[in-house]
Nanobody, 119 residues
């Protein structure tokens, strides 16, 4: 079982920036996809951004041009750089890893980190 440990959340003013990091307990090249989801109070969890070992990253329309996802295979880390934050970005951010085992798909999640943007 993999562990995903997030860090970097906190309180920031609107217009500010935060960087979230997710460190996996094993090589991230073993995952088919890694990324970040978020859940605002009273809302469903939604995809923010994800990345695969090949191809371009995928972003939610609401964060395009403001957020950037990157991966460091040597450090088993995926990072989400968040700029120009606004109140709608407030929520709990979860690191996600998806793996196709051939016989099925497995989703692993981090414990979540709170991001609060004050207006």
């Amino acid at each position: 079982q993999v562990q995903l440990v997030e860090s970097g959340g906190g309180l920031v003013q609107a217009g500010g920036s935060l960087r979230l990091s997710c460190e996996a307990s094993r090589s991230i090249t073993s995952f088919n996809v890694m990324g970040w989801y978020r859940q605002a109070p009273g809302k469903q969890r939604e995809l923010v951004a994800n990345t695969r070992s090949v191809g371009s990253p995928n972003y939610a329309d609401s964060v395009k041009g403001r957020f950037s996802i990157s991966r460091d295979n040597a450090k088993n880390t995926v990072t989400l750089q968040m700029n120009s934050l606004n109140a709608e970005d407030t929520g709990v951010y979860y690191c996600h890893a998806g793996t196709n085992w051939g016989t099925g798909w497995r989703d692993d999640w981090g414990q979540g980190t709170q991001v609060t943007v004050s207006s």
